[in-house]
């Protein structure tokens, strides 16, 4: 029904039109929503809704809906209007019988059995030899300009649809798999806001500078212009492999596998580091590293779906920024200077940075190797998915603030984080080495937690680590992130190897814990010793604090929130406050 529907038709038996529209607005919506998911290139939905005599035309955009309505259609004997009756069904029959090119909401479906031509970087659908002659693709032909195909033209076929969540309005992506000469690849096509900057510019950007590790494009461009603020992009790549996340988690189902496991951990992680890196020389920031954007084929790892990055810098060659600007409508004024075309919260919620989940706008490379290391995290991880009962507390998301302070917790010392990600450390497939330097380099800083600095300081200048950042990114890497930051320490302060910074973190974890550990649960407990250790840089217990033990209570009511509950503690508490910010 949806795969095909042209104008929906709802009637119900409701005088009143309040009671109509609050009894059956959901159910409208519904329609609309089921005839999104089910036809890509729809460029709006129209609904009729006839509700006691009356006629009202729906109209759902990915802007938003609008109302229009048609008339009176029926009426009681006693009223006399029959030029009302008459004009109704005139507007309605001349909607009726409009062409879906003139009506406009109607563009080619996408299905197996269609076909995309490739030609000049433009593509071109056609239906099949049955439908070729109807309106269905007339308004998409005419989009591009109906440029002839010529005989060198490639056929993109056995087109499938890969599942994706789909909303009525804002912004829609679908996403489909296909052949394109005998080799595998991708379709995706993407409703946005016209002011938003466009996926296919950022890849001309990075394939300008040879950023390693992405897609090859080979097609993109702008298919509808403007439908009610938002249009239409299409952007054809190679098809990239399997999820990272499965891919690791598949192979680690068979023992024998550990070594490649960890091989291919490790060296997928400079690799996505180097990819990230270079990219921000070129000017890009990907902002939404997570388990669905890191794809893998054979030993390559690559970065995929940099729909959410941002354009730092407009491109130093003149010929590059103006056939961007030219052909995806960017505007390097607000691109750049303002960042309006990019939203600053974006990402996936269960891979974002404690930042990000605060809400802290300013965005750095930091935040995505921070997600980087969940997405490791998760491959290595034995937690149970898809069942949030059971998950374990590092991926837990309930809300974006309860979250991130969460996760500090976890994270305050690298013995107890793996655990609490559900990773077995024992595990031979495990990278240690690997994850402490990712830890270190995040988390620490001068030999103390980081906790209050994440939490509290919304423009915190980072401090590049690169004895730790060696570890995981190879030398060329490490040394252009040194120099876009322009801050290098060799060595963590204080502190002669690793071993020797977490013998002196489990050493404070251990003193608050004899404390403390009758007054709460012991299965957050390792999470709570984190969570008080957000209240570093502090001497004394202040108001300041207080507001911090009061955002803790919102997670574990147990733990003690009150100047009089601490004070027994209270000499432990200034002790943990001069030194380390981790229990």
């Not at 029959?82 to 062409?99: I, K, M, Q, Y």
């Not at 829609?172 to 394109?180: E, G, H, K, N, P």
């Not at 490490?478 to 050493?507: H, I, R, S, T």
Request: aromatic share 10%; glycine share 6%; with cysteine.
């Amino acid at each position: 029904m949806f795969e095909t529907s042209h104008l929906l038709l709802e009637v119900k038996n409701h005088m009143a039109p309040s009671a109509a529209y609050n009894e059956n607005f959901g159910q409208l919506a519904d329609y609309a929503l089921n005839v999104r998911g089910h036809q890509p290139m729809r460029t709006f939905i129209p609904i009729l809704f006839l509700y006691g005599g009356q006629l009202d035309l729906l109209v759902f955009t990915h802007g938003g809906y609008y109302k229009s309505s048609i008339g009176q259609v029926l009426y009681t004997f006693a009223e006399d209007k029959s030029e009302n009756v008459s004009r109704s069904p005139l507007r309605l029959w001349f909607l009726l019988t409009l062409s879906s090119t003139d009506f406009g909401n109607l563009l080619p479906t996408i299905g197996r059995h269609w076909s995309l031509y490739i030609d000049d970087s433009l593509p071109h659908f056609e239906a099949p030899s049955a439908s070729r002659d109807t309106d269905s693709g007339g308004l998409l032909r005419a989009s591009l300009s109906e440029i002839p195909r010529s005989q060198e033209s490639r056929l993109l076929t056995d087109i499938d649809r890969i599942d994706r969540e789909v909303r009525i309005t804002g912004r829609c992506t679908y996403i489909f798999s296909a052949m394109l000469e005998e080799k595998p690849v991708v379709l995706k096509l993407t409703w946005i806001q016209k002011k938003r900057r466009s996926e296919g510019a950022v890849y001309e950007i990075l394939q300008a500078h040879n950023v390693p590790n992405v897609p090859r494009i080979i097609c993109s461009g702008v298919v509808v212009e403007d439908v009610g603020g938002y249009r239409l992009e299409l952007v054809l790549m190679d098809h990239c492999g399997e999820a990272f996340v499965d891919h690791v988690i598949r192979k680690r189902d068979d023992l024998t596998n550990n070594p490649y496991v960890l091989d291919i951990t490790t060296n997928s992680v400079k690799d996505i580091v180097t990819t990230l890196a270079t990219a921000l020389d070129a000017g890009g920031l990907h902002r939404d590293i997570s388990a669905s954007n890191l794809a893998i084929s054979g030993a390559q790892v690559r970065v995929i779906d940099w729909g959410c990055a941002k354009v730092l810098n407009k491109p130093s060659d003149a010929a590059l920024a103006d056939g961007i600007a030219s052909r995806w409508g960017v505007n390097w004024v607000t691109a750049v200077k303002t960042g309006e075309e990019s939203d600053a919260f974006t990402g996936t919620p269960l891979y974002m940075s404690v930042q990000m989940l605060l809400r802290v706008r300013s965005r750095s490379i930091y935040n995505d190797i921070e997600s980087l290391f969940y997405v490791v995290l998760d491959a290595l991880s034995d937690r149970v998915r898809n069942d949030e009962s059971k998950s374990v507390p590092g991926f837990r998301y309930c809300g974006r603030v309860k979250t991130a302070l969460l996760r500090l917790g976890c994270l305050c010392s690298f013995d107890h984080a793996l655990c609490r990600f559900g990773v077995q450390q024992a595990s031979l497939c495990v990278p240690d080495g690997l994850l402490n330097a990712m830890h270190a380099f995040l988390f620490f800083e001068k030999g103390a937690f980081i906790g209050h600095k994440l939490q509290y300081d919304n423009g915190c200048e980072w401090v590049f680590y690169a004895d730790s950042a060696r570890v995981f990114m190879n030398k060329a890497t490490c040394d252009a992130l040194v120099k876009d930051f322009g801050l290098q320490q060799d060595a963590l302060p204080g502190y002669n190897d690793y071993n020797e910074l977490q013998a002196a973190v489990n050493d404070r974890r251990r003193r608050l814990a004899n404390q403390l550990s009758g007054q709460v649960k012991s299965v957050e407990f390792d999470a709570l010793m984190g969570l008080i250790g957000l209240v570093d840089k502090f001497d004394v217990y202040d108001e300041t604090t207080s507001a911090t033990f009061s955002r803790i209570a919102k997670i574990i009511p147990t733990i003690p929130v009150s100047k009089s509950d601490v004070a027994p503690y209270e000499d432990d508490y200034v002790d943990i406050f001069k030194g380390l910010s981790v229990a």
